[in-house]
């Protein structure tokens, strides 16, 4: 059974209300798009070769985001308490558990994601000003300038993290613009050869699930700003289910882009699809506006990241399972100044320690555990007297144990593909539960 918290006494934690729709459906958008439609189309393109198997790919992608979305709107509007998935984790099944997904995402998940998207954002600024400063400091620094900004309260964070939302969607919809404009069927130029690539089936469709929900993920983010959000119940809802039908409408139109300007063989081919799209359609200068459109996304996501994620450290704190000073806000900002601190220098360290593509492998064989693990949040709440939701998840049980079975499938096949980096994120996990013995002892001698 779940211990008494702050968060549920008289006195909540003292975060302002002030943010509407419009910031919580970017906030949606923001988690979500970052780098990977522009990058993880064509890793796709390599597990399943066909059109129509890569478009299943994104379109069952899609349906459990979807799904996904349905869940957390339920937990959000039942539980609308700063910290999100912390929260249901907490509620619905032990403090343990709350504490090794927040131990996990500030270690893992959320730091080892900005990580990952900070070096790309590196080396795509590099492309677009020709600079040649180490990506590794670039990448700190980008990130050292965001925690800065988020310091200054969650009303100059949202507006930021918003504006950059904004500007990658329009940058994902000129790029399905010149999609369809530019000509069509052409492999792209100076790939190499095309490997070889099986013609669809639903073992390779299972491995492409990999990239495809790594794209799709961090829509849960948004909950995690629920104690900042007017009428917590009806917007967080509404946001979730907006922002991700608007997400699965620019990815399905960016892959059918990329299909019918590059083919099948030529996205298969090539490790920057969306240049190459540009490339064809209006040449140089067009490879050189999506590297632009890219610097944008990956801030966008980058903004978000640290929006948000530091609301779970916050909760932490002041459940005083965690350093209790993380739970304390600026009396002046209304923004727990010391939780965004930590993320910005956690971020930056794996930064500099790992590349995309390693920090990846383990961020995801973390995430989705707690992904599961939330979706069966929605029977726990549902037995307990008193449970009346705000919204409720449509098909469930059959919806809400899809879900969670597909995201066990993909740790289970990761596990399988990349045992090493799986082993570091998990090992990192376990770690957390010497952790939450220490503290819990600490702060409540």
Known sequence: ???????????????????????????????????????????????????GWILAAWILGGLVALVGSWIYAELGSERPAAGGQYVFLREAYHPAVAFLYGWGLLWVIQSGGMAAVAITFAQYLRTVVGWSIDDRWVAVAALGLLTAMNCLGVRTGAATQSLLTVLKSVAIAGLVLAGFLGPAGS?????????AIPDGGIV??????????????????????????????RTLPRALILGIAGVIVLYLGANAAYLRSLGAAGLAGTRTPASDVLRQALGEAGARWIAVGIVVSTLGFLSQGMLTAPRVY????????????LGRVDPRTGAPTAAILLQGAVASLIACSGSYEAILNYVVSVDFIFYGLAGLCIFVFRRRPGSAPGFRVPLHPWS????TGVCWIVVANLVRQQPLQ??????ILAAGLPAFGYWKRKNHA
């Open 1 to 51: 059974m779940s211990e008494p918290h702050p968060e549920t006494s008289p006195n909540p934690a003292p975060l302002r209300r002030s943010l509407g729709l419009f910031h919580a459906t970017t906030a949606v958008i923001g988690g979500i798009v970052g780098a990977g439609i522009f990058l993880n189309p064509s890793v796709v393109a390599r597990q399943v070769g066909s059109p």
């Open 187 to 195: 492999a792209p130029a100076a790939t190499g050869t095309a490997p």
């Open 204 to 233: 390779p469709l299972l491995g492409a699930m990999v990239p495809v929900l790594f794209a799709y993920g961090g829509w849960q983010t948004a909950g995690f700003l629920a104690g900042e959000v007017r009428d917590p119940s």
């Open 314 to 325: 916050y909760a932490m704190g002041r459940d005083r399972v965690f350093l209790t000073w």
């Open 400 to 403: 809400t144990l899809g879900f």
């Open 422 to 427: 799986s082993a570091i994120g998990l090992g």
